[in-house]
């Protein structure tokens, strides 16, 4: 039934060319004529007509005039010229069977389209993308094209009719043997229809559904289909229509062995095709005519129509008819026990087999052939674009080097009046100097008041209030001992390490750059107030990022203060203390080593109140982060190899 479609379709248009022929050559002169004297997008637009109305009967000079076209639009910058020229390049290479070509164009045109927004351009391109595709037999790719047309057209709510999409994509699903989806779509389509012929929508829609249930064996559900359509061809007095309808009919009467009706439409179908005289259609009725005859054992007037189908197809090409004829010609022949006429008849349908298997791949070489010569184009198109991204990343970099060049230009300027800026200045820093020792003096007769203040701040910030005690008797000492330098750099990191813990005590959790700068500055101070006794280091493991991850806000610092106080001080000799921050997959690690006493001599020293205390808060804390970890959160590791002692303390913090 495809094949009575399609060469219904093919008659009409070899019918409209030979009415048209003589129309269309005046027309060519005419445009011809104007062409001669016309100018700029006048010139322009005649060229892509002359084009247009050429491509179907001289391709070469239809592609001249659209070449033409192409160039004069580049200079003169006619985009609209440029992009319906290059659409009808692609059309012409369509139609004559050069798909790469056509791909080719296009892509050059979808390109320019999205440029300009010319969106209904983009909705013909992807339309005429999808045919090619579909001929050349990448049905996949095909259907994403329709779909983009769907979308282009739904999205910007172009006034299109998105019917037409949807009725393509049945016909693609149908030849994907997808027929669900098939039937899906032809029934979108009508959904979707708004036009005002909605008979002749209905009518196209049901012949598909009709030869989709032919194929399925549903002759019943496909003859309804058939004599709607019939029905509607009859009113409208589509003649062409009708007879493939008829002829349709009468196939399934055949089909469900109503022999009288099937006859009955079948030389109905004949009789319109005579009267047209649409050769092809003749003999599919002869054909026909001859199956049904011969399923109802009328073997001599089967004989007839079949001689007559066969006398019909001599003059036509095609393998795929001839074959059937004389399939059925032998069945006829061999069942009226005519045997050497049924011999003869069977070697013409097996002679017909192969040369329609070696026409068949032909065609699927030549496909093939065609896809890669596709695929060539685009990956032609692609190392196009990403020489020309690669060109433009180049542009980049030297724009950017320019305004690096500027702005260190512009930084060098700036330290260089810095620089003298600072030179200026010197002379002021002694006064400077001296109204900071003044104030110095100052704040010594207010420390003691500071003193309960700030002990009651740190607690709030869960640091130890013994150590905010020992560092203010500390500055109390520099500042009475008038070492005014000491003193006032003590003052200012502790000041530092007020303040930040302060700012963020109201918090639960700090960012790891913010906690570490702490843990910092609080072993800095510490070191200073035992007169530097011991060293210290921290290494940060560069894979780390200090910037995403929180931790609970001073942790650490009671396992820092107990490896200085109770490891490092009690010890003789060298002293050395490293925390370390490393990155695993789930935990930031934290690791406080010291070579102090170790972890027997500490057992034997007595902890201070506060110190119990400080440990008992960070235990309980250390408990709480156990709901995010299966792993045993803190390990404490006493280091002796009969040298050297000291404790490790190695502590998981969850990242989540």
């Not at 701040?457 to 640091?463: C, H, P, S």
């Not at 804390?621 to 156990?626: F, G, P, T």
Request: charged share 30%; glycine share 4%.
């Amino acid at each position: 039934m495809t094949l009575l479609k399609s060469s219904s379709c093919l008659v009409i248009i070899c019918w409209l060319a030979i009415q048209t022929g003589y129309a269309q050559t005046q027309e060519i002169d005419s445009l011809q004529n104007v062409l001669a004297t016309a100018k700029d997008t006048t010139e322009i637009n005649t060229m892509n007509i002359l084009g247009a109305r050429l491509r179907s009967h001289d391709k070469e000079k239809a592609l001249e005039y659209l070449h033409q076209s192409v160039e004069k639009s580049k200079q003169i910058g006619f985009a609209q010229g440029e992009i319906q020229g290059l659409y009808s390049i692609a059309l012409t290479h369509g139609m004559t069977g050069s798909y790469a070509e056509s791909l080719d164009y296009l892509n050059r045109c979808l390109v320019l389209a999205k440029e300009h927004q010319d969106y209904e351009r983009m909705n013909y391109i992807y339309n005429s993308m999808g045919i090619v595709y579909k001929s050349i037999g990448d049905y996949p790719t095909s259907q994403s094209y329709y779909l983009k047309r769907i979308k282009l057209i739904d999205s910007l709510d172009l006034d299109q009719d998105t019917s037409s999409p949807y009725i393509n994509l049945g016909v693609l699903y149908d030849l994907m043997g997808e027929q669900d989806k098939a039937i899906e779509s032809y029934e979108k389509a009508l959904e979707v229809y708004k036009g005002n012929e909605r008979d002749e929508r209905e009518s196209t829609v049901l012949i598909n559904l009709a030869l989709i249930d032919v194929k399925n064996k549903n002759y019943k559900e496909a003859l309804e289909k058939f004599l709607k359509v019939a029905a509607y061809d009859e009113k409208q007095g589509n003649n062409i229509d009708l007879c493939n309808s008829y002829s349709g009919i009468g196939h399934c009467y055949m089909e469900m062995e109503q022999w009288a009706l099937a006859e009955e439409y079948l030389q109905k179908s004949l009789d319109l095709a005579k009267q047209l005289s649409i050769q092809q259609e003749i003999a599919i009725a002869y054909s026909r005519i001859a199956d049904l005859m011969f399923r109802q054992k009328k073997f001599n007037d089967a004989i007839d129509y079949s001689n007559k189908s066969l006398d019909a197809l001599k003059e036509m090409e095609g393998y795929e008819q001839k074959k059937d004829a004389h399939e059925i010609a032998y069945k006829i022949y061999e069942a009226a026990g005519q045997l050497p006429k049924a011999i003869h008849h069977l070697n013409q349908t097996m002679a017909y087999k192969d040369s329609l298997l070696n026409e068949t791949k032909i065609k699927e070489i030549q496909d093939l052939q065609i896809q890669h010569d596709v695929y060539l184009k685009d990956k032609e198109i692609r190392e196009n674009e990403l020489q020309l991204a690669l060109l433009n990343t180049r542009v980049a970099l030297n724009n950017k080097r320019l305004v690096y060049l500027v702005i260190i230009t512009v930084l060098l300027i700036f330290s260089a009046g810095l620089l003298y800026f600072r030179y200026r200045s010197k002379k002021r820093s002694n006064k400077v100097l001296q109204e900071k020792n003044e104030l110095i003096s100052e704040q010594k007769e207010v420390i003691e008041d500071m003193n309960t203040q700030l002990e009651k701040r740190m607690l709030r910030a869960q640091m130890n209030p013994h150590f905010i005690f020992n560092s203010l008797s500390s500055i109390r000492y520099l500042v009475s001992s008038d070492d005014k330098e000491s003193a006032l750099s003590y003052l200012n990191k502790f000041s530092k390490l007020l303040r930040q813990v302060l700012e963020t005590s109201i918090n639960v959790s700090l960012v790891l750059h913010e906690e570490i700068e702490l843990l910092k500055i609080y072993v800095e101070l510490e070191a200073l107030r035992f007169d530097n006794s011991f060293s210290y280091v921290f290494n940060i493991d560069e894979d780390l990022d200090l910037y995403q991850h929180e931790v609970p806000m001073l942790l650490v610092q009671p396992y820092i203060e107990n490896a200085i106080l109770h490891g490092l001080l009690p010890k003789e000799g060298p002293k050395k203390l490293t925390v370390s921050f490393k990155d695993e997959k789930e935990h930031v690690v934290c690791i406080i080593e010291d070579n102090g006493v170790g972890i027997g001599q500490k057992k034997n020293q007595k902890k201070s109140e506060n110190q119990s205390r400080g440990m008992s808060i960070t235990a309980k804390r250390i408990e709480a982060l156990k709901k995010f970890s299966n792993e045993e959160l803190v390990k404490i590791e006493n280091l002796d190899d009969g040298k050297e002692t000291g404790t490790k303390v190695t502590i998981l913090i969850p990242k989540d």
